[in-house]
């Protein structure tokens, strides 16, 4: 029972340490800005970007497709080829990674 209270212990310090970091650095950013006289507003600039949930949508769709994709693709190979290790994670996982990629570089072009 202690090793899932130091897991838990550990990932909590980890996400702990990475806001802090976060933080401090975007803290000591702006106070050298100001220090040498230039406007801090920068990080303040209007963007226009997309709402969230259309790019999390678009996302979880592109993810989704990879993942019924490669559960097709693992099934073509294994009945042709007959493979059974580790054929289905390895084919689902790439697929839902190309469809991630997918997703990156069509937020891309829907920020633009």
Do not use: Q
């Amino acid at each position: 029972m202690g090793g899932e209270v130091l897991i838990f212990i550990c990932i909590w310090l980890v996400i702990f340490g990475i806001a802090y970091l976060h933080y401090s650095t975007r803290n000591k950013e702006r106070l050298a800005l100001i220090e040498k006289g230039m406007d801090a507003g920068i990080f303040k600039e209007n963007k226009v970007a997309p709402p969230v949930w259309k790019v999390f949508v678009l996302n979880l769709a592109l993810l989704l497709m990879g993942i019924g994709i490669g559960i097709l693709i693992g099934l073509a190979i294994e009945s042709t080829a007959g493979y059974h290790d580790a054929l289905y994670p390895g084919v689902i996982f790439l697929m839902a990674g190309t469809g991630l990629l997918s997703g990156f570089f069509m937020t891309k072009k829907f920020v633009k």
